[in-house]
């Protein structure tokens, strides 16, 4: 049996019957991350210390019976969620040496239930691209073609759980963030509605956007941590308390809307075919499929850009060189802020600075922070309407497979093009997830599998009908 290949469900099983031992897969993890990461860098940081330690008190509570389903299971956690006592650096030299003084509320959630915590893992900076090209720190490669990125920002989170280096992991999501790296290494991610899981302790970006979510090896893996991560949270007053009820809904008389904004121009050839296919099986399998238009689709990538962008301007004045991260020392104050910032800050953060606080400035904030604002309540009501016609919504996550390493730097415009397909969701604070349907050239593709508020046991339900088929 070899033990990096299992999935939560089958480690769990093992653990129970007294199979194998906590420390034991925690051993095989560690092991796997020393032979393979030094190819993929999926990795910031590996916490063995800490994860032998848990791995004990796992097989401790499995000897007292009072194991959950998450005791015991190696997982690996994004370098911008906080874990008291471990460094947290959202791969930014601003934040090299910083050490979280306390946990996030979705990491004192899975310490509850007796998680092993493998390590950090590596990311755009400050979670902001497409690719983990963007890390101040290693790029990340994709399991599957090493010539390739992973997808981003969640990309050393999605390479670890696709080279079985976790069995699964912590990502977060502003927009395409899980469910990209996702579709591009071949795993499950799912994007939670907005407000469904806490943000307390997670480094903010843009913080009316971000949430924290699962990747994971099969649906139902991803089902069972979204479980434990959810509701109410007095350190996030955007949390709700959100109760998951298991739903039992079939393909069977589902309607299924299919976006034709999702499949213009630009779609790679293949990649809709693989979609297409998805969206026949699920039509043989008895659902009804529903020509839908979300008619402001054109215009979600440039609101999220402004509305993101101008968040991160405000989230990240707190990185002054005062407080905590880097300081560097200067004749005055002022000469200490500019200094920190632009030694500590990579070039995509300073990019999306400038971007955000033009936004926001006097004389442009109604020409372009107020016109986004607009638009989304646009894109809002598309999808109400939509969603009066369809329960779940159908379409590629991204317009091609992984792109190679290198292809897209010099053009950030072609990078922000990858989020287009996601956007919109990601407005609307909707719940999304990918779930690998098949390949092009090798490459792994992701559907995407959209529902209304707070309806992620309607997606995990039929995404978990599609991944037997």
Do not use: W
């Not at 690996?76 to 008291?84: E, G, M, Q």
């Not at 008389?253 to 299919?258: D, Q, S, Y």
């Not at 779609?267 to 008895?286: C, F, Q």
């Not at 402001?296 to 991160?312: H, N, Q, R």
């Amino acid at each position: 049996m070899e033990l990096t290949k299992l999935t939560i469900k089958q480690a769990h099983e093992g653990l129970t019957k007294k199979e194998f031992s906590s420390v034991d897969l925690a051993k095989a993890h560690l092991d796997k991350i020393k032979k393979i990461d030094k190819d993929l860098n999926a990795f910031l940081s590996v916490t063995e210390e800490l994860a032998l330690q848990q791995a004990q008190e796992a097989d401790k509570r499995i000897k007292d019976g009072k194991a959950t389903e998450l005791t015991g299971i190696p997982c690996a956690i994004k370098d911008n969620i906080l874990i008291a006592g471990q460094k947290c650096t959202a791969a930014s030299k601003i934040l090299e040496n910083y050490v979280a003084p306390y946990d996030a509320t979705v990491i004192q959630k899975l310490k509850e239930q007796g998680i092993v915590m493998l390590g950090k893992t590596n990311l755009d900076e400050f979670a902001m691209g497409s690719s983990t090209e963007n890390s101040a720190f290693k790029i990340t490669k994709n399991p599957r073609d090493l010539e390739r990125v992973p997808g981003g920002s969640s990309g050393g989170s999605a390479a670890a759980v696709a080279a079985n280096m976790a069995c699964c992991a912590l990502g977060s999501e502003t927009n395409g963030s899980v469910r990209l790296p996702a579709s591009f290494c071949g795993v499950v991610g799912l994007k939670p509605t907005y407000g469904a899981v806490s943000r307390y302790g997670l480094i903010a970006f843009g913080s009316s956007l971000d949430q924290v979510g699962p990747l994971t090896k099969s649906v139902y893996d991803a089902k069972v941590i979204f479980k434990i991560l959810i509701g109410r949270d007095e350190m996030d007053a955007t949390s709700t308390d959100y109760k998951f009820e298991d739903s039992d809904v079939s393909l069977k008389g589902l309607k299924i809307g299919v976006p034709r904004e999702y499949f213009a121009k630009g779609i790679n050839k293949d990649v809709e075919i693989i979609i297409r296919n998805s969206i026949k099986k699920a039509e043989d399998a008895g659902a009804k499929i529903v020509d839908i238009s979300l008619p402001s689709t054109e215009y979600a990538l440039a609101a999220y850009y402004i509305v993101a962008t101008s968040e991160a301007s405000a989230n990240l004045a707190r990185f002054d060189g005062i407080k905590y991260g880097l300081s560097v020392d200067g004749e005055d104050l002022l000469s200490v802020y500019l200094q920190s910032r632009s030694k500590g800050f990579g070039a995509e953060i300073k990019r999306r600075i400038m971007l955000g606080t033009f936004s926001l400035s006097s004389g442009y904030y109604d020409a372009y922070y107020k016109k986004a604002q607009e638009t989304i309540r646009l894109i809002k009501d598309d999808f109400v309407n939509a969603f009066e016609k369809v329960d779940l919504i159908f379409a590629p996550v991204c317009p091609t497979p992984a792109f190679k390493i290198g292809e897209k730097t010099k053009d950030p415009l072609s990078m922000y093009l990858s989020d287009v397909l996601t956007s919109g969701s990601s407005l609307a604070g909707l719940p999304g997830l990918s779930l690998p349907v098949g390949k092009v050239d090798n490459l792994p593709v992701g559907l995407q599998i959209i529902g209304n508020h707070f309806q992620e046991n309607k997606i995990l339900a039929i995404a978990a009908h599609l991944e037997k088929n």
